[in-house]
Nanobody, 123 residues
Framework: HVQLVESGGDSVQAGGSLRLSCVAS??????MGWFRQAPGQGREGIAG???????RYTDAVKGRFTISRDSAKNTLYLQMNSLKPEDSVLYYC????????????????????WGQGTQVTVS
């Protein structure tokens, strides 16, 4: 069974930085990702991390956000720089579990396991 626990959400000023963490247990599979969700909208995949170290980003965050993983700590990170007010949403980490692929890292359907979410507010 896979468990994911996010932390690091906070309130910051525009232009500031935050680092989100996601501590994982169990077999997370080949791909982990970060999603975000605004009220009343679907989850938007923003970054994917393949177990072999490859990363992918959507245009909305490319150049500002960095996804990384510390295997020794079983922790996935999302370093967020140059934050904008439109980044103010709930952020989730996700894992495919049991294999999986980052090919469709933007699609929530590719991921079987989810954390509880952490709120980021940029003003």
């Amino acid at each position: 069974h896979v468990q994911l626990v996010e932390s690091g959400g906070d309130s910051v000023q525009a232009g500031g930085s935050l680092r989100l963490s996601c501590v994982a247990s169990g077999n997370t599979g080949n791909c982990m990702g970060w999603f975000r969700q605004a009220p009343g909208q679907g989850r938007e995949g923003i970054a994917g991390f393949h177990s072999q170290g490859r990363t992918r980003y959507t245009d909305a965050v490319k150049g500002r956000f960095t996804i990384s993983r510390d295997s020794a700590k079983n922790t996935l990170y999302l370093q967020m720089n140059s934050l904008k007010p439109e980044d103010s949403v709930l952020y989730y980490c996700a894992a495919t579990g049991d294999g999986g692929s980052c090919r469709n890292y933007e699609s929530p359907r590719e991921f079987s396991y989810w954390g509880q979410g952490t709120q980021v507010t940029v003003s």
